[in-house]
């Protein structure tokens, strides 16, 4: 499942993430990057442990806490600490790779299993020219190339690239995260049934048949979640 996630940054937010990237001090993208995935990127990355890269991860990590569409579409269990690129001049893209099964983050020697990837756009579409995101699907890829603040959440077991930037910057916030239900259909049948629990509430309120499927969402959700 690929979902787009609009407005996760509201615009004070985003507005703060612009100061801090403006002071940034890039470095070479490989030094995250698994083996084989070395060989095709060529990207600037924030380091990890840097100031500007900590405001920011603190700013989206809040964001996401809030944000309850990716809360019911994820379940996260545990977000590896989000990264920061910049996509542009000389480093301007990343070939087709798969991410790494599991991060091991340097700090904490915290496992993340990656169930799941994300981008999280910094800059608007307008600012550059290329650095869409394809996700392969077996039908040539899905480009993803979205407005500032919206985030892709895609499957992190999915071959995918990032196409050269060749005007302007792209700038992006992106991790992996490992969710409470491993299994990709099982996590995506609670979203759909989160969803529908919702839509049915709004249009009848509160109803003994949404109890009964909100029952039935947490037993399936007792079933397969591991915390
Ligand atoms: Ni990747």
Redesign the pocket.
């Known amino acids: 499942m690929l979902l787009h996630i609009p407005n996760v940054l509201d615009a004070a937010t985003l507005a703060h993430c612009t100061a801090l990237l403006k002071q940034a001090d890039w470095t070479d993208g490989r030094v995250t990057a698994g083996s084989q995935?070395a060989t095709v990127k060529n990207n600037r990355q924030l380091p990890e442990t840097s100031p500007v890269a900590q405001q920011l991860r603190a700013l989206v990590l809040e964001a996401l806490s809030k944000n309850p569409t990716f809360f019911s579409a994820a379940l996260p269990k545990r977000i590896y600490p989000p990264l920061f690129n910049r996509y542009g001049d000389e480093a301007n893209s990343?070939g087709n790779?798969?991410?790494n099964a599991i991060r091991t983050h340097p700090a904490t020697a915290q496992h993340v299993r990656t169930d799941l990837?994300f981008t999280l756009f910094l800059n608007n579409p307008t600012d550059y020219d290329g650095g869409e995101l394809i996700i392969e699907d077996g039908m040539g890829g899905r480009a993803v190339k979205l407005p500032a603040g919206h985030l892709i959440l895609y499957p992190?077991y999915s071959v995918?690239r990032v196409e050269p930037v060749t005007r302007g910057a792209r700038l992006a916030c992106?991790t992996w995260l490992e969710s409470m239900v491993r299994e990709p259909q099982r996590r995506e049948l609670l979203h759909e049934m989160d969803l529908s629990i919702a839509a049915l509430r709004g249009e009848h309120g509160e109803t003994d048949t949404a109890v009964r499927l909100t029952s039935c969402y947490h037993n399936l959700m007792r079933m397969w979640a591991t915390v």
């Open positions: 995935a990343f790779h798969v991410d990837s992190s995918h992106f």
